[in-house]
Every structure is written in structure tokens, then in C-alpha cells.
């Protein structure tokens, strides 16, 4: 289990066939050296196995369903990943509990600063950013206003969401110390809806009640 909290920001410097497999290398000096052959971490909001791991890189491979339903499989060398062990036990849960399991490959729609460019405040590495993603139709159901989602396996918290896109408020540290600020509008990016609201949702269908729509308050009323 992850936190949606990025540790730092790898490089993808290897993409190889192996079979019917794919093996990707990671240059992570510092998280790199904390690993063990056969850890899991979590790589752009993907849990993946590492593999042959040495101080400043890291294997992983990746099935074929992996680089079809994931933005892994936009990757080519030079691309920033996002990386993030997991969550140890007792440990301060400080995002949101993000499985590693991609629910589907959303599009990055726009990253912009609050502020003009052309307004004489604007300063590149203080300003707040906001972002917009549209999501693919079997994750919609689970994006919520005020709720969770993990994109490129980052916490994050939907401001908006029009029934297409999310909404959502970059913070500059988070523009900065993951790979957002390396993806242009068009770039597919991981989206992991929150496991709670997909288990609310799973308990709505499960009360057979077509006509009940998902919504804040009815999370708020349930507990959630």
C-alpha cells in the first residue's frame, strides 16, 4: 500500500523486450540504494516489483497489459517517473490509500499557473498550478468533488469534475518535485480513483438502487 506521497523523481534510461515482457531501468540514486530484489514500490502510481537493484538503479518488468493500460507504456528514455515505496506499518498515512492498481490511463488535458505569465507576479517556482484530466468513462463513477484520486500516482484532491474532466489544485511543491512538471497537455497519466468511494459505489449497486446517484452528501451521511 502507497500513500500517494512521491518520494523523488526517477529516470527511465532502458525500455527492453524480454519475451513476452518488457523490462524497464530506473535511475533512482538515493531511493534505488534502500531497495531489495523482490521489493515493491510504486512507479508513476503503478506498483511494480524490483528487480536486479543496485545503488543508483533499479529493474522492473512490465506485462503487456501493464504498458496497454497504463501511461508506462508511453515511456521512452529520458522520461521522469514518479517513485514512492510503500507505506510501512504505524507509519503517518499523510495522502491516501493508493493501491498501485491503475483503474485506467487518463489524458492530461492543461497545467497552468493561477497566475498570468504575463502578470508581473508571476514566478515560475513559487506559483500554484492547476491542473486538468480527462478521465476515461469506467473511472468517472468514483471521481467525487472534495474526494481522493491518485494521478501519476500522486495524492491529490479533485476540486471539480464536469462528468469528463477533474479539476485539480497544484500546489508548487508538488508541480516541482514530480514529474508534472515535465508532461504536456496530451500526455497520458495513471488515475487511481479512491478504493473508499469505489467500495461505496460497489455498495450502491450492490442495494440495487439504479436511481440513487453517488454523491458528497451521501458519502458524508454513510461514514465516509
Given at each position: 500500500?502507497?500513500?500517494?506521497i512521491i518520494?523523488?523523481?526517477?529516470?527511465?534510461?532502458?525500455l527492453?523486450s524480454?519475451?513476452?515482457?518488457?523490462?524497464?531501468?530506473?535511475e533512482?540514486?538515493?531511493?534505488a540504494g534502500?531497495l531489495?530484489e523482490?521489493?515493491?514500490?510504486g512507479?508513476?502510481?503503478?506498483?511494480?516489483?524490483a528487480?536486479d537493484?543496485d545503488?543508483?538503479l533499479?529493474?522492473?518488468?512490465?506485462?503487456?497489459?501493464?504498458l496497454?493500460?497504463?501511461s508506462l507504456g508511453?515511456?521512452?528514455?529520458?522520461?521522469?517517473?514518479?517513485?514512492?515505496l510503500?507505506?510501512?506499518?504505524?507509519?503517518?498515512?499523510?495522502?491516501?490509500?493508493v493501491?498501485?492498481?491503475?483503474?485506467?490511463?487518463?489524458?492530461?488535458?492543461?497545467?497552468?499557473?493561477v497566475?498570468?505569465?504575463?502578470?508581473p507576479?508571476?514566478?515560475?517556482q513559487t506559483?500554484?498550478?492547476?491542473?486538468k484530466?480527462?478521465?476515461?468513462?469506467?473511472?468517472?463513477?468514483?471521481?467525487?468533488?472534495?474526494?481522493?484520486v491518485?494521478?501519476e500516482?500522486?495524492?491529490?484532491?479533485?476540486?471539480d469534475?464536469?462528468?469528463?474532466?477533474?479539476?485539480?489544485?497544484?500546489?508548487?511543491?508538488?508541480y516541482w518535485?514530480?514529474n508534472?512538471?515535465?508532461l504536456s497537455?496530451?500526455?497520458?497519466?495513471?488515475?487511481?480513483?479512491?478504493?473508499?468511494?469505489?467500495l461505496?459505489?460497489?455498495?450502491?449497486?450492490?442495494e440495487?438502487?439504479?436511481?440513487?446517484?453517488l454523491s458528497?452528501?451521501?458519502l458524508?451521511?454513510?461514514?465516509?
Open positions: 500500500m502507497f500513500t500517494g518520494e523523488q523523481t526517477g529516470t527511465l534510461i532502458g527492453e524480454r519475451g513476452g515482457v518488457h523490462r524497464i531501468t530506473v533512482a540514486a538515493g531511493l534502500r531489495r523482490g521489493d515493491s514500490l512507479v508513476s502510481g503503478v506498483c511494480l516489483t528487480l537493484v545503488p543508483t533499479f529493474h522492473a518488468d512490465l506485462a503487456q497489459e501493464t496497454d493500460k497504463t508511453a515511456l521512452v528514455p529520458g522520461s521522469k517517473v514518479n517513485l514512492e510503500p507505506t510501512a506499518a504505524g507509519s503517518p498515512l499523510g495522502g491516501h490509500i493501491q498501485g492498481h491503475v483503474d485506467g490511463c487518463g489524458m492530461l488535458a492543461s497545467l497552468e499557473p497566475i498570468s505569465r504575463s502578470d507576479a508571476f514566478d515560475i506559483t500554484d498550478w492547476t491542473l484530466v480527462s478521465v476515461s468513462e469506467n473511472v468517472r463513477p468514483w471521481m467525487v468533488h472534495k474526494g481522493s491518485a494521478v500516482g500522486i495524492s491529490l484532491t479533485i476540486a469534475f464536469d462528468g469528463e474532466a477533474i479539476t485539480i489544485a497544484i500546489l508548487p511543491l508538488t518535485r514530480t508534472l512538471h515535465t497537455a496530451g500526455a497520458p497519466v495513471n488515475v487511481e480513483a479512491d478504493v473508499l468511494v469505489k461505496a459505489h460497489a455498495q450502491l449497486l450492490a440495487r438502487k439504479p436511481s440513487f446517484d458528497e452528501a451521501w458524508v451521511a454513510s461514514g465516509f
